[in-house]
């Protein structure tokens, strides 16, 4: 696991879009493994600016996002389609057909979770898994106590989870209670990963995630045992961590 500290939140975030460009640039009918939150919507500005240059094409890419709330329809206001959709889907060239998340409406969330698993699958793999982290040190909706060796499935979200994405919601009550989400394996099976994480509130996980026991009590722990896994940091994120584990960052591939 390569761990890159950057000057702040707009470097992480201009630091990614490049990895995605160029991943792009390699190989134009690539298959991105995207995420939500608010860690990513800069990133998401940034590639909808280079495609808007001229600079950037999703015309040939496929995209496969890593969860979505159980019992919400793609048009809710609180979904992850949503969020997407408005985000980066509509404002770049993706085909329609060739952007998947779960279905969180889905009568049998439990068959979606499995078929989300194979659609993947038969996608042949996803070529860059990008993702934020918890405040509990979750990646996806893996929430604590997670299988290093799970797949796509539907799991209850957090108390910590629940209120940190309650303002995205008009009430408490609003919240939902689970999601559907790609699995720790699935995540792994990616031929690349990239973790973002910016600001103070993330540098226990952090600091967890790099330098504490790799097992389910802190999923991303998990990526350490990825061999092309990148982590992107603020100096705010990265405050706990040991310097001697830290890459410098050079500023030749920017």
């Known amino acids: 696991m390569n761990i890159l500290i ?10 990614a879009a490049g990895i995605v460009a160029r991943t792009l640039q390699a190989k134009p009918d690539a298959v991105l493994g995207l995420a939500t939150g608010g860690t990513m919507q800069p990133v998401y500005a940034e590639l909808v600016r280079r495609h808007r240059s001229g600079d950037l094409s999703f015309a040939r890419a496929a995209s496969f996002n890593l969860d979505e709330y159980v019992g919400l329809s793609r048009d809710h206001p609180g979904s992850y389609h949503r969020a997407m959709e408005t985000a980066l889907f509509a404002q770049t060239d993706f085909r ?16 979606e979770a499995v078929a989300y698993e194979t659609r993947i699958t038969a996608a042949g793999g996803i070529d860059l898994q990008l993702m934020g982290i918890g405040i509990n040190g979750h990646i996806g909706f893996n ?12 799991v209850p979200l957090a108390p910590e989870t629940r209120a940190a994405n309650r ?10 209670t689970q999601a559907i989400t790609m699995g720790i394996a699935t995540i792994l099976s990616a031929r ?11 540098a226990q996980a952090v600091a967890t995630m790099a330098m504490g026991e790799i097992g389910p009590a802190c999923p991303a722990s998990a990526l350490r045992l990825h061999g092309d ?3 992107l940091l603020d100096p705010a994120a990265a405050a706990l961590l040991d310097p001697a584990i830290v890459a410098t960052m050079d500023a030749a591939h920017g």
């Not at 303002?167 to 939902?176: E, I, L, S």
């Not at 690349?192 to 993330?202: H, P, S, V, Y």
């Open 6 to 15: 950057l000057p702040d939140a707009a470097a992480v975030a201009a630091r």
């Open 96 to 111: 329609p057909h060739a952007t998947h998340l779960p279905r969180g409406d889905a009568p049998d969330p439990m068959a």
């Open 143 to 154: 929430e604590p106590g997670s299988a290093l060796t799970s797949q796509s499935r539907v």
């Open 167 to 176: 303002r995205y919601f008009d009430r408490d009550a609003d919240v939902p």
């Open 192 to 202: 690349a990963c990239l973790l973002l994480a910016t600001g103070a509130a993330k």
């Open 229 to 231: 896994g990148t982590v």
